[in-house]
């Protein structure tokens, strides 16, 4: 089946750690997401990318990073930089021809501090 | 700037009862595009619809209806003869037409059905 698939589920985070964040997708889409979650929050923006080795900051881009180095992965690195890491964390991807298609989201991961 | 408020941060309501979530949005783009998730406990996003900036029309979908009023720059989304299954956050999005498919989302209604 096409989709995202995200992992780990769950991941604890120590002090000064930085941790990365998996992201794969096999829907052959162009560009991918990562959002932030804090309860009872709505999305926001962390990096959105388009195309392969490019990738832009959303709104909360510091103290974390990524890469796309291939079309079908997004990784997403939580520095130590990055004080308040404990939330959830969605992956999305879309086409981008077609006009505004729909974001196609992951299960998520769910970051906590040890 | 855009922004998506949905004002109605929880919502309870008994299983078989009509229930309607609000959704005001902002944007000075005359093209634009919203969007309506279901967020189950699982955690995933689930794309209910999509409806552009041209097209006023309501939409019925079984249960579930959505009346767009771009006069009052409304997008609300009624669940008639709701049921426990229909338990979870959703969410309003908006998305212009040059944002590269970017969502600006509202803060999320969380929906309870009890039985």
């Known amino acids: 089946d096409g989709g995202i698939t995200q992992s780990p589920k769950y991941l604890f985070r120590k002090e000064g750690q930085n941790v990365t964040l998996s992201c794969e997708q096999n829907?052959?889409?162009?560009?991918m997401y990562w959002y932030r979650q804090d309860p009872g929050q709505g999305l926001r923006l962390i990096y959105y990318?388009?195309?392969?080795?490019?990738?832009q900051k959303g709104d909360i881009a510091e103290g974390y990073s990524v890469s796309r180095e291939k079309k079908e992965s997004f990784p997403l690195t939580v520095t130590s930089a990055q004080k308040n890491p404990t939330a959830f964390y969605l992956c999305?991807?879309?086409?981008?021809?077609?006009?505004?298609?729909?974001?196609?989201f992951g299960d998520g991961t769910r970051l906590s501090i040890l | 700037a855009q922004k998506v408020t949905q004002a109605q941060t929880e919502i309870s309501v008994v299983e078989k009862e009509d229930v309607t979530l609000d959704c005001v949005y902002e944007?000075?783009?005359?093209?634009?595009?919203l969007f309506w998730y279901k967020q189950p406990p699982s955690g995933e996003l689930v794309f209910l619809i999509r409806?552009?900036?041209?097209?006023?029309q309501n939409e019925i979908s079984g249960r579930y209806s959505w009346n767009f009023q771009k006069s009052t720059s409304s997008f609300n989304f009624t669940i008639t003869a709701s049921q426990v299954v229909d338990s979870a956050v959703y969410f309003c999005?908006?998305?212009?037409?040059?944002?590269?498919?970017?969502?600006?989302f509202g803060g999320g209604t969380r929906l309870m059905v009890k039985p």
């Open positions: 999005a908006l998305q212009n037409n040059n944002a590269g498919n970017m969502l600006t």
């Open positions: 409806r552009n900036s041209f097209d006023e």
């Open positions: 944007t000075r783009d005359t093209t634009y595009y």
């Open positions: 829907l052959n889409h162009d560009a």
């Open positions: 999305a991807s879309s086409p981008l021809v077609g006009g505004n298609q729909p974001q196609h």
């Open positions: 990318s388009q195309i392969v080795n490019d990738f």
